[in-house]
Nanobody
Framework: QVQLVESGGGLVQAGGSLRLSCAAS????????MGWFRQAPGKGREFVAA????????YYADSVKGRFTISRDNAKNTVYLQMNRLVPEDTAVYYC?????????????????WGQGTQVTVSS
């Protein structure tokens, strides 16, 4: 079992930056690939970024590539999402997710554990 708690969301102006954190507890964090998803009002949850278990391979949605960076600190059991050059379309609740195994996944069904989410609002 893995418990995930996101933090770092808030209100920011377009062009600004935020860093989201996701603290994990429970089973060994380093054995899990991690991902970030988001859900905008009235829309389904969509993939944002993922990072592999140990080697640190990453993968991004086209909409955030070049602006967002996912990273992890296994010593702190934490995964981060650095978000730069934010635009209003990035407004959403951001969710952290963990999956058993090393491989990344872009699909919600590939993840076993989810956090409660943190709100990010980008004003124009």
């Amino acid at each position: 079992q893995v418990q995930l708690v996101e933090s770092g969301g808030g209100l920011v102006q377009a062009g600004g930056s935020l860093r989201l954190s996701c603290a994990a507890s429970g089973r060994t964090f380093s054995s899990s690939a991690m991902g970030w998803f988001r859900q905008a009002p009235g829309k389904g949850r969509e993939f944002v970024a993922a990072i592999s278990r140990s080697v640190g391979r990453t993968y991004y949605a086209d909409s955030v590539k070049g602006r967002f960076t996912i990273s992890r600190d296994n010593a702190k059991n934490t995964v981060y999402l650095q978000m730069n050059r934010l635009v209003p379309e990035d407004t959403a609740v951001y969710y952290c997710a963990a999956k058993d195994g090393a491989a990344m996944s872009v699909a919600m069904a590939g993840y076993d554990y989810w956090g409660q989410g943190t709100q990010v609002t980008v004003s124009s």
